[in-house]
């Protein structure tokens, strides 16, 4: 029988690359390149069908599908993981210090991590899927929904910091961050003089903020255009979706009562497009002005975005 190691040299290696190999599992493990090629060709093949032909015209729905597949298979295996944690908790809470007691929590603790480098690199193939889509299309893809004290064990004391470490990914994960940039625009607001003072405003925000995060709702036009953007620099997005369901006509009303509630340290509006929607007297986008109104009576920084000749107006 083939030993395991007792310690890895994990300094050459990437993050993820490190974590497989703390595994030890004797089994090979792609790496990190090798499964970002793997989602990259899935959605190359999948878009050489598609594109050109008679499927083109539901280009977009074949190729969310895939991508949204292997998003519910990342979130089958955090629910598991979660499952095998809440498991790691009970033995912990009944650990007696026996030598079996010690075994089985050394055994819980490696199924809840081997269930967290699966969902990891199953949200690796996701990704570069739609990275790769994103590139093709223009579309962006987005998803809807120790020391030994005391007598305590060496492996007590492991499974105590994996429950602590997994939890604080979560919250890492999860947190928007200080500097929460809201942004709403008009559906019809997708011309190119649109894009490019969405992208100069964007680029304005992100040189006042570094750390920025980008608050929005998802809905077509300019929030697309800023969708796009964040997935090219790499900014967090945070999304609002509006609730039509159970709101009606006043869910993205609702959606802005949720940008708000981010303490947003700056608001960004384009309530009218700038391009040939405005010149047929398209009235200003309603949404995009309560945002507006509601930065300005909270005393947060809002910028209305203008053509190029005028100065954005701070309010």
């Known amino acids: 029988m083939r030993p395991h190691p007792t310690f890895f040299n994990t300094a050459d290696l990437d993050a993820f690359d490190a974590r497989t190999a703390a595994l030890q599992d004797p089994r090979p493990h792609p790496t990190e390149p ?27 729905t074949v190729c969310e599908t895939l991508i949204g597949g292997l998003h519910a298979g990342v979130h089958r295996l955090e629910r598991d993981a979660d499952r095998a944690r809440d498991r790691l908790a009970e033995q912990l809470r009944a650990f007696d210090g026996s030598e079996v007691a010690d075994l089985d929590l050394q055994e819980a603790k490696a199924s809840a991590d081997r269930l967290d480098v699966a969902g990891e690199a199953l949200a690796l193939v996701r990704d570069a899927a739609a990275e790769a889509y994103a590139v093709a299309t223009g579309e962006v893809w987005s998803p809807w929904r120790g020391t030994v004290r005391g007598g305590t064990s ?25 500097a929460v940039v809201a942004f709403r625009a008009s559906p019809r607001s997708d011309a190119p003089q649109d894009a490019r003072r969405i992208f100069d405003a964007l680029n304005w925000a992100r040189a006042e903020y570094p ?7 998802g809905a077509k036009g300019g929030e697309r255009l800023a969708r796009r953007w964040a997935q090219q620099k790499g900014v967090r997005l945070v999304l609002a979706r509006p609730d039509f369901e159970r709101f009606g006509r006043a869910a993205p009303f609702r959606a802005n009562d949720q940008l708000m509630a ?17 010149e047929a007297g398209a009235p200003p986008f309603g949404p995009a002005m309560n945002l507006a109104e509601q930065a300005r009576r909270r005393g947060v920084r809002c910028v209305r975005i203008a053509p190029k000749a005028e100065a954005a107006g701070a309010t």
């Open 34 to 60: 090798q499964l970002v090629q793997l989602g990259r060709a899935l959605m190359g093949e999948v878009l050489d069908l598609v594109l050109g032909g008679a499927l083109e015209d539901h280009a977009v």
């Open 154 to 178: 060496a492996a007590q004391i492991d499974a105590q910091a994996a429950l602590r470490a997994a939890a604080e990914r979560k919250r890492s994960a999860a947190d928007p961050g200080e």
């Open 211 to 217: 750390g920025m995060s980008l608050a929005l709702t």
């Open 262 to 278: 981010l303490e947003p340290v700056c608001v960004l509006v384009l309530p009218e497009s700038l391009g040939p929607a405005a």
